[in-house]
């Protein structure tokens, strides 16, 4: 009887340890179509001096093309992506076109196997931004400058013209001199003749 109820015993121990780990795994089945971020490239809170070319995001399971959402914004709501995500197995990732140096968000969403929408961000600072582009030379026309008269220019003209004048002023000032010196002449030539003839 003792040999019965000591086997008897264990075999309900048995069923019931079963029992117990069936219970305790049968709630892992839904979890696992639950997917949800693993990892990112930037991780989130990281600094970086050097802008990535693409950011990568790693889920635990695969994430479908159809239903997966990746958005890029930087400082003053800037939008950063640079085209569409790729997908390569459990990993997604997009082009990055940096911008001011400031945060930068990801914003992810996609939909896991069990239909629940997964939601969710990446945060990184960009402590180097990239240089707003110089504006081109020729974006600002140039007016020649029209030429105009100076003062200083036109003083020699009316310098040279100053003495031209005084020139011929000169010329027709002084033409009646030798009629003057002639007529004197005349007249003293015509008191000596008197002289002479009233001596006579």
Not at 86 to 99: D, L, Q, W
Request: without cysteine.
């Amino acid at each position: 009887m003792g040999g019965r109820v000591a086997r008897t015993a264990r075999t309900w121990l048995v069923v019931l340890g079963l029992a117990a780990g069936v219970s305790l795994l049968s709630p892992a089945a839904p979890a696992a179509a639950h997917n949800s971020l693993t990892g990112s490239d930037p991780k989130n809170g990281a600094r970086v001096a050097t802008a990535p070319k693409r950011i990568e995001l790693r889920f635990l399971a695969t994430p479908k093309e159809a239903t997966t959402k990746v958005t890029v914004t930087g400082p003053d709501n800037v939008a950063a992506t640079g085209g569409a995500p790729t997908f390569a197995g459990k990993r997604v990732s997009v082009p990055f076109t940096p911008g001011a140096a400031g945060l930068y968000i990801v914003t992810y969403q996609l939909a896991s196997d069990d239909g629940h929408a997964i939601k969710g961000e990446v945060r990184f600072t960009l402590t180097t931004g990239t240089p707003a582009e110089s504006p081109s030379p020729t974006a600002t026309p140039t007016v020649a400058p029209t030429p105009t008269a100076s003062p200083t220019a036109a003083a020699p003209t009316s310098a040279s013209a100053t003495p031209v004048a005084a020139a011929d002023d000169g010329g027709t000032g002084w033409w009646w001199a030798p009629v003057v010196v002639l007529v004197l002449a005349a007249l003293a030539g015509g008191l000596v003749l008197r002289r002479r003839a009233r001596r006579r």
